[in-house]
């Protein structure tokens, strides 16, 4: 049996430290090890998105990362997402537009959604697809999660 790898991270903000096989995925030790259980799991292939994390301010699928590969980065979460009580604009339009039904897509699409409108704050609607494309939904058929998407883009501009 490999030894463990003590890993050190900064998960939203917070210095972490854990010990994990050194095949363990980054989706794994968030979810087992940090018990940050945000972060979904939905079909350990990369083809989803359910597991979407931002690892230094580039958007992945952590279910095809190592823990290890994480070690000295930069890791944010859906639990970083909100401000104490105060919902992200994202997850607010998610919730009024009612784009999230069984939840399992939820925090992939607003941490990617996050991604996209850091990267490009007026984005078109075509360019919110084209961007979402990797987050599969299987309940609600994308156009809340779309619309929700454009709605939190407008507030956030201030427009």
């Known amino acids: 049996m490999p030894a463990r790898v003590q890993v050190t991270v900064t998960v939203n903000g917070e210095q972490r430290r854990f010990e994990c096989e050194p095949q363990q995925t980054l ?3 968030l979810r087992d090890e940090l018990q940050l259980t945000g972060t979904k799991e939905g079909c350990a292939t990369g083809d989803c998105g359910a597991c979407s994390v931002m690892l230094d301010g580039r958007l992945v699928d952590s279910c095809l990362v190592l823990a290890v590969e994480a070690q000295g980065k930069k890791v944010e979460t859906i639990e970083g997402m909100a401000r104490g009580d105060e919902l992200h604009p994202l997850q607010r339009h998610i919730l009024e537009q009612n784009g999230a039904q069984c939840g399992i897509c939820t925090p992939g699409f607003l941490i990617a959604a996050r ?8 984005p078109t609607e075509t360019e919110v697809r084209y961007w979402l494309a990797g987050n599969l939904c299987r309940c609600t058929g994308y156009d809340k999660i779309i619309r929700s998407v454009l709605a939190a883009a407008k507030e956030l501009r201030g427009a």
């Open 27 to 29: 989706l794994d030790a």
């Open 115 to 122: 991604a996209l409108l850091e990267r490009n704050p007026d």
